[in-house]
């Protein structure tokens, strides 16, 4: 069997091939959601503070 990048390997090797890309592609999905929910909260506590505050930034 071919890979994309055109190497040639094993059929039973195609498995772990994909298992390691899933569980890399999964580590870096996992890592962005977790930064973008902290930055997400981060913005909800300065916007709530400014408000409750009247100190508003434009």
């Known amino acids: 069997i071919k890979t994309e990048s055109g190497a040639k390997v094993r059929a039973n090797k ?4 994909y298992k390691k890309w899933k569980d890399n592609t999964h580590k870096k999905a996992s890592a ?4 973008m929910e ?4 981060t913005c909800q506590v300065e916007v709530g503070e400014a408000g409750r505050y009247g100190q508003h930034q434009y």
């Open 14 to 17: 195609v498995g772990a091939i």
């Open 38 to 41: 902290m930055i997400h909260q």
């Open 32 to 35: 962005e959601r977790t930064v």
